[in-house]
């Protein structure tokens, strides 16, 4: 089971990587800089908006700025 994110090889000459998230899905492949900079905006916080959404709660929903 996967507990965080994982560059592996893709090819045997390692030229090309595959990044993969903690539940084993595949994010995105690559050279390994694009892999390591992907893994670096996953774990910025940078969620797709409807998670971010999710997460904030306001008691005012009208209220665009939380007081």
Same mark, same amino acid.
């Given at each position: 089971m996967y507990t965080q994110p994982m560059i592996l090889p893709l090819d045997g000459s390692g030229r090309i990587?595959? #990044?993969?998230d903690k539940n084993g899905q595949v994010v995105g492949t690559g050279s390994r800089e694009v892999c390591e900079t #992907?893994?670096? #905006?996953? +774990? =910025? +916080? #940078? =969620?797709?908006?409807?998670?971010? =959404?999710q997460a904030v709660s306001h008691s005012n929903v009208r209220a665009a700025i939380t007081i």
């Open positions: 990587y595959v #990044l993969q #992907l893994m670096y #905006l996953m +774990g =910025a +916080g #940078l =969620a797709p908006a409807v998670e971010q =959404a």
